[in-house]
């Protein structure tokens, strides 16, 4: 079974750091795009960053551009999502996901997506 599972969410306080990590298995990492999303209360799912396994292409919305960063660890199967900076705006459930694609930016629909991770961020 294709899954992907996400740690280093929690409470930070604004100008602070966190790394999330979406670690996955039951698919070769090399074939896939890898997508970071999240969702506040109220909003729509927003596209935050995403990375295209086949060159290593990345891509990141204009709202956190500058102050994340989207990198791989091929050995681990595993994609990082490392947010400095962090602003109260940036609050939300964060989600990574998979598609087979070879370009992220050209992924209609996810295939697999991860359970969620939380992210606050305090004034």
């Known amino acids: 079974e294709v899954q992907l599972v996400e740690s280093g969410g929690g409470l930070v306080q604004a100008g602070g750091s966190l790394r999330l990590s979406c670690a996955a298995s039951?698919?070769?990492?090399?074939?896939?795009?890898i997508g970071w999303f999240r969702q506040a209360p109220g909003k729509e799912r927003e596209g935050v960053s995403c990375?295209?396994?086949?060159?290593?292409?990345?891509y990141y919305a204009d709202s956190v551009k500058g102050r994340f960063t989207i990198s791989s660890d091929n050995a681990k199967n595993t994609v990082y999502l490392q947010m400095n900076s962090l602003k109260p705006e940036d609050t939300a459930v964060y989600y990574c996901?998979?598609?087979?694609?070879?370009?992220?930016?050209?992924?209609?629909?996810?295939?697999?997506w991860g359970q969620g991770t939380q992210v606050t961020v305090s004034s």
């Open positions: 996901a998979a598609a087979i694609e070879r370009n992220c930016r050209m992924v209609y629909e996810y295939d697999y």
């Open positions: 039951g698919f070769t990492f090399d074939d896939y795009a």
């Open positions: 990375f295209s396994s086949s060159d290593g292409s990345t």
